[in-house]
């Protein structure tokens, strides 16, 4: 099976972009969908993009996904960071099995 | 919106077998065609999928638990149920139930709030 890697941490301050990558380790990032969770402390994860870059109804459109074939992964990009962005985040994908990433804890200060 | 509950023993002992339950409310597990997933989280650890079962109750397990995981369903109750046998405690985690879609490999969109199972004697 296939690995998903992460930066384990990230940190930006209210207001600005942050990109949180996901690096696919074999088979392309391109054949199976991208699904982003965000996870904050004590909670279940709620899924913040699916299917690579589409918005699930109450997600603010500061929230966005894409992939990138050249590098094998997949990115999620926070605009106009708020301190309630602060959480872990995880990518997800599968081919015979669903794989998660490792996990990013963003912090916004 | 469907919700989903996770109910079972929070401490298991080294080599015995692990058993959960997920109970669905405000929904029906057979009604619309479902998969049905588990997943867990070591404390201060990232996510790990355990499988899924199909509202027909076929199976898909992550390999690396296949040999000690068994799922079931029980539509008359709305519940479905995991069990890992010959737990250590690298089972010690959250674990969490959660509602696919209608693909096999739909994002997990509706989950449980985990219950902590610790293998400890």
């Known amino acids: 099976n296939f690995m998903l890697t992460q930066p384990h941490s990230v940190s930006e301050s209210p207001g600005k972009t942050v990109t949180i990558s996901c690096t696919r380790s074999?088979?392309?990032?391109?054949?199976?969908?991208v699904q982003w969770y965000q996870q904050r402390p004590g909670s279940s994860p709620t899924i913040v993009i699916y299917?690579?870059?589409?918005?699930p109804s109450g997600v603010p459109d500061r929230f966005s996904g894409s992939i990138d074939s050249s590098s094998n992964s997949a990115s999620l990009t926070i605009s106009g960071l708020k301190t309630e962005d602060e959480a872990d985040y995880y990518c997800?994908?599968?081919?015979?099995?669903?794989?998660f990433g490792g996990g990013t804890k963003l912090t916004v200060v | 919106q469907v919700q989903l509950q996770e109910s079972g023993p929070g401490l298991v002992k080294p080599s015995q077998t692990l058993s959960l339950t997920c109970t669905v409310s405000?929904?029906?597990?057979?009604?619309?065609?479902?998969?049905w997933n588990w997943i867990r989280q070591p404390a201060g650890k990232g996510l790990e999928w355990i499988g899924h079962?199909?509202?027909?109750?076929?199976?898909n397990y992550n390999p690396s638990l296949k040999s000690r995981v068994t799922f079931s369903l029980d539509t008359s109750r709305d519940q479905f149920s995991l069990k890992l046998t010959s737990v250590t405690a690298a089972d010690t985690a959250v674990y969490f139930c959660?509602?696919?879609?209608?693909?096999?490999?739909?994002?997990?969109?509706?989950w449980g709030q985990g219950t902590l199972v610790t293998v400890s004697s």
């Open positions: 959660a509602r696919g879609g209608r693909y096999e490999w739909s994002a997990p969109d509706c």
């Open positions: 405000r929904g029906s597990i057979s009604s619309g065609s479902f998969y």
């Open positions: 079962i199909y509202t027909s109750g076929s199976t």
């Open positions: 074999s088979g392309s990032i391109a054949f199976n969908f």
């Open positions: 299917e690579d870059n589409q918005r």
């Open positions: 997800q994908s599968y081919d015979t099995s669903m794989v």
